[in-house]
């Protein structure tokens, strides 16, 4: 039988105890998965959609949960059904990774550290396939050409940390695939990656699945990724199903309040052509009254000239420098004031580098960095310490730098006790203000951070960036690990106090459609250099650099009906960023082919 499900999730209730007593992740929830489909379960964080995933892999109760009701039937190899809620868990190990392939949200943690790369990709085919070490290191090599990493034999012998997101993250989807499993599930698998890395993984996910008739649950928050990879689509509200039905209806005709609001929140290419300001969404159910676009002043605030940041590779027996990783290269522009500027391009092209080389987080080799009037490189420790009043930073992830010892009151008043600009109850005054702005309530204060949602945690983050009335702020992938409606309205806010307070953003991200929404000028990075800058309008609208343009040609769309074919993407592999210490750089050269556009002329490597 064809049309045979391969797994058959029948009202699903899925239970956690707390200390207030059982507490249901999920409710009762049904769906299929049939051979060849991919079906995407859509959802925000907490909605249930990786505890279904956890609970078809019977993961669920090393995480506290307990399967409280409902079968899960799946249909295995030799064509016998199974329970998996009633399975014990010796026959899971043998259905785990060899049957039901699973690819994590979190590379880095899905990864073992003290474990190379090679041992990691062999050990399941030795296990379930029986293969000799040389036949398993063959498919391991075979498996890494397949998911398109760089120079496959060197990273057979590297260590997870030694590699980049993106690349860890094939590394798990190479894991998954490995023993050919029936029915694979992701979880969220693109979330943490590039526009290019995204649209391969996609694509190579959707190559996989026609060329295996695997069956794919791909759970995700993206709705972009729903419209390219989706069959079918189940939306999941609050540990119940809320609607369901093949993507092209659900895009052009959802029914349920909640599926409207996620569709009207997300961020679409092309909403902000022939707009020269950036202007906050417009969300669903929330009265925000006229939307004014944030024009912004012509002053500039800051400038960044010829800026370049190296790190050493050491090697040899004395540990000794021997070549460098040219992370920043040659790197000029100028932030207005009242404005945001933002960096785009994949990971490792150094943006994050130069947001904290501005900030001299991290020491730039050389260039010349001018903060509203000040010589930031000039600084020496302490004074480098009286100007971050000015300058303050937002990072990726809210939980790795927030303190979880302490509660978020203090958390937001220690920039203003270390620097003594408020104390008293005019601290917790103002404490209380900046909560208020970032829409917390007040009751928040006495919380803990894992108390709280990611959304939650980024907007302590922000409202502690703002406590000192800084200047200028670097958002560093602020939103990028954020729910969709969530990151509507942390993008709304970050407007909100530009339009109010004049703040200027110097915005880091791979997501191309939030860039459009909220940037004045745009800059777009590749190997450590600019390769094209200019304001929004000009780049996004009449790209020029052939990299910028096969960036442009990688977002995925929010329209079922717009899919990227494979032969649309075509990606040059990017060539090392390691340099030899007798390597001379050449220095950056643009020409302008706008009024404020500019593409770099020297050879960039693309």
Not at 251 to 270: C, D, M, W
Not at 326 to 343: I, K, N, P, W
Not at 400 to 428: C, F, H, I, W
């Amino acid at each position: 039988m064809l049309d045979q499900p391969i797994a058959r999730i029948e009202n699903l209730r899925v239970e956690f105890q707390t200390k207030d007593g059982p507490v249901a992740g999920v409710e009762d929830v049904s769906f299929s998965i049939n051979p060849g489909e991919t079906v995407c379960i859509v959802g925000e964080s907490g909605s249930g959609k990786s505890v279904s995933s956890l609970s078809l892999m019977r993961l669920v109760e090393f995480g506290g949960g307990k399967i409280a009701g409902g079968r899960l039937i799946f249909d295995r190899k030799d064509g016998k059904e199974l329970d998996l809620a009633k399975a014990d868990q010796s026959l899971m190990r043998t259905i785990r990774g060899n049957e039901i392939g699973m690819i994590f949200q979190e590379p880095m943690t899905a990864l073992n550290p003290v474990f190379t790369v090679g041992r990691q990709l062999t050990e399941g085919l030795r296990l379930h396939k029986g293969l000799s070490k040389e036949a398993a290191t063959a498919r391991a090599l075979e498996l890494l050409k397949q998911v398109r990493i760089p120079e496959p034999e060197r990273r057979l012998k590297q260590y997870p940390h030694e590699l980049s997101g993106g690349m860890r993250q094939r590394v798990v989807i190479a894991m998954a695939l490995a023993c050919e499993p029936r029915l694979l599930i992701a979880d969220e698998p693109t979330t943490a990656l590039d526009v290019t890395i995204q649209a391969e993984i996609l694509a190579l996910m959707n190559r996989l699945k026609r060329e295996t008739g695997t069956a794919v649950m791909f759970i995700t928050h993206d709705m972009a990724v729903v419209a390219q990879m989706a069959d079918r689509v189940v939306v999941m509200f609050r540990g119940n199903k809320v609607e369901e039905g093949p993507v092209a209806q659900i895009f052009e005709n959802p029914q349920h309040p909640y599926t409207k609001a996620l569709l009207a929140a997300v961020p679409k290419l092309g909403e902000m052509t022939g707009k020269a300001a950036p202007e906050p969404m417009r969300l669903l159910g929330r009265d925000q009254g006229e939307i004014k676009p944030i024009p912004g002043t012509d002053e500039v605030l800051l400038s960044v000239k010829n800026l370049t940041t190296r790190f050493p590779v050491k090697g040899g027996f004395f540990r000794r420098t021997v070549a460098q990783v040219h992370a920043v290269e040659d790197v000029s522009f100028d932030l207005m004031r009242g404005q945001t500027l933002s960096l785009v391009g994949e990971s490792g092209c150094g943006k994050s580098t130069c947001g904290r080389s501005i900030l001299r987080l991290v020491e730039p080799n050389s260039g010349q960095i001018n903060l509203d009037g000040t010589d930031i490189m000039a600084l020496d420790q302490g004074a480098l310490r009286k100007a971050r009043l000015d300058m303050q930073m937002v990072f990726q992830d809210p939980f790795a730098s927030l303190n979880p010892q302490m509660t978020l009151m203090d958390q937001v008043a220690e920039p203003m006790r270390n620097y003594g600009t408020a104390s008293g109850a005019k601290l917790r005054e103002r404490v209380e203000m900046l909560f208020e702005r970032v829409e917390l309530p007040k009751s928040f204060l006495r919380r803990y951070p894992h108390e709280l949602s990611g959304g939650q945690r980024q907007r302590v983050a922000i409202a502690r960036a703002l406590a000192l009335n800084p200047k200028l702020i670097v958002a560093d992938e602020a939103v990028s690990a954020l729910d969709v409606s969530v990151q509507a309205q942390v993008l709304n806010l970050m407007m909100e106090l530009q339009a109010e307070l004049g703040l200027s953003f110097l915005f880091i991200s791979h997501d191309m459609a939030v860039v459009e929404r909220v940037s004045h000028r745009v800059g777009v990075m590749y190997l450590g250099r600019i390769v094209e800058i200019g304001s929004r309008q000009a780049v996004f609208e009449d790209p020029r650099h052939p990299y910028t343009k096969a960036l442009m040609q990688a977002v995925p769309v929010a329209d079922p009906h717009n899919r990227k074919a494979d032969s649309e993407l075509k990606f040059k592999p990017i060539p090392s960023p390691i340099h030899d210490m007798d390597y001379v750089a050449q220095p950056s050269a643009y020409e302008q082919v706008g009024e404020d556009h500019f593409i770099l002329t020297t050879d960039s490597g693309y």
